[in-house]
């Protein structure tokens, strides 16, 4: 079956270094994947999209890539703040369908 | 700024209650989700709807049903509450294009005793 795989042990870092997130997959072809930004008790928030075709996508401080022969995408925060304190989510998105697969996610603390 | 409601951010039922969840959007969205979320598990779709009075199902349907009159508007609906369902329940909406992100709201969490 479907499944996607993050670190689900929390990530904690020094505030100003680069944290690198994971997100492996298996028996799936996604189109596109996603990822998001979840705070505690609120709902998730879209950061970055990134394309099958696509190696890499950038957005301020924020970087994905997209491996589809590792099956998996890498999430980096440079320059991290305390402010990236969240759980950040993997989703994926395959063609002709309009639904979406989670991963778990993986909390991210930065420490001052 | 867009929007995605959600009727309450807790709610405590008891078991064999019916629950209703309700869910508006602002954006003229065609396509709107219903996942439920938990520890570990991560977000499961319950249902979604591409249209007016159009659903399918997800990938966790058993024990509850889903209703979409007007466009804007997808309820969730526990026909019989359970301790199971005991969960944070988030609702999200996207345009039609399918490559475009989801806008969640705030989510309710739902304790059945």
């Known amino acids: 079956s479907q499944k996607i795989e993050q670190n689900s042990e929390a990530l904690n870092i020094q505030e100003g270094k680069t944290a690198t997130l994971t997100c492996n997959y298996t028996?799936?072809?996604?189109?596109?994947l996603q990822w998001y930004r979840q705070d505690p008790g609120r709902g998730p928030v879209f950061l970055l999209l990134?394309?099958?075709?696509?190696k890499e996508k950038r957005k301020e401080r924020l970087k994905v890539t997209f491996d589809t022969t590792l099956k998996q995408s890498l999430f980096h925060i440079t320059a991290s703040q305390p402010a990236d304190s969240a759980t950040y989510l993997c989703?994926?998105?395959?063609?002709?369908?309009?639904?979406?697969?989670f991963g778990t996610g993986t909390r991210l603390k930065v420490l001052a | 700024d867009v929007k995605v409601t959600q009727s309450s951010r807790y709610l405590v039922k008891r078991t064999g209650e019916k629950v209703f969840l309700e869910c508006v959007q602002d954006?003229?969205?065609?396509?709107m989700f219903w996942y439920r979320q938990d520890p570990g598990l991560g977000l499961r779709l319950i249902y979604f709807?591409?249209?007016?009075?159009?659903?399918e199902k997800g990938d966790i349907p058993e024990g509850y049903s889903v209703s979409r009159e007007k466009k804007e508007r997808f309820s969730l609906i526990l026909e019989s509450a359970s301790t199971n369902q005991t969960s944070m329940y988030l609702c999200?909406?996207?345009?039609?294009?399918?490559?475009?992100?989801?806008?969640f709201g705030p989510g309710t969490r739902l304790t059945v005793l």
């Open positions: 999200a909406s996207t345009e039609v294009n399918r490559y475009n992100e989801q806008f």
């Open positions: 989703a994926l998105g395959g063609e002709g369908t309009y639904k979406y697969i």
């Open positions: 028996n799936y072809s996604p189109a596109y």
């Open positions: 709807s591409y249209d007016v009075k159009m659903k």
């Open positions: 990134i394309r099958e075709n696509e």
């Open positions: 954006m003229d969205h065609e396509n």
